[in-house]
């Protein structure tokens, strides 16, 4: 029962990424035609739009990343690590 409740948070956390890597893109998009088919707003502003879409999946890949990793850290224990003071 175990291993089901985890493959299907590993199912859940899949999915949420997925949305939250998608959906930026799509939302700024839509709301650009909407400016521009609507407003009348110049179609070069699709460009913007799609650049500020994917750097938020960027960011929100790079936020879901950390998240994972401090918690990989956090169930295996702390890694070792060594400075040099050269």
């Known amino acids: 029962m175990d ?6 948070g590993n199912i859940v956390w899949l999915t949420q990424l997925g949305l939250s890597i998608l959906l930026p893109p799509v939302i700024c ?4 035609a909407w400016l521009v088919n609507s407003r009348g707003a110049p179609a070069w502003l699709y460009v ?3 650049v500020l879409g994917l750097g ?6 790079w936020k879901f990343a950390k998240m ?3 918690k990989a850290e ?3 224990g702390p ?3 060594f400075n040099r003071h050269s």
């Open 3 to 8: 291993s089901w409740m985890k493959a299907l």
């Open 29 to 32: 998009l839509w709301g650009c």
């Open 48 to 50: 913007p739009a799609l």
């Open 56 to 61: 938020a999946g960027a960011q929100n890949f």
């Open 68 to 70: 994972m990793m401090k």
């Open 74 to 76: 956090k169930q295996n």
């Open 79 to 81: 890694t070792a690590r």
